[in-house]
């Protein structure tokens, strides 16, 4: 299992509207073949900053059956309206 860990700092004002987009997107993302989980998180002292944070099978499941996809393209042009800058988004496994 790897996680995907996405930090996304959305523009001022708009927070509640990212929100909205991404309820709409998030089944596109989480029926992609390979996804186990998905979660949103949202910052307390920092309201406009959100953590996206996917389980996937493999970084090639992310890669490969989300990426490469028009899922993708789905999915940003949800949410990418709402980017500050481009999230910054890196792998994880668990540490025994």
């Not at 309820?23 to 073949?33: I, N, V």
């Not at 949800?78 to 988004?89: C, D, E, K, N, T």
Request: one cysteine or more.
């Amino acid at each position: 299992m790897v996680l995907e860990v996405a930090l996304i700092d959305v523009r001022a004002g708009q927070e509640d509207d990212f929100a909205a987009a991404y309820a709409k997107g998030r089944e596109t993302l989480a029926t992609t073949p390979g996804c186990r989980s998905v979660r949103m998180t949202r910052g307390i002292e920092s309201p406009s900053r959100f953590v996206l944070l996917v389980e996937w099978d493999s970084v090639e499941a992310h890669l490969e059956n989300f990426r490469a996809t028009e899922r993708f393209v789905t999915w940003r042009g949800l949410i990418g309206q709402y980017f500050a800058q481009p999230p910054l988004v890196e792998h994880f496994v668990d540490v025994p």
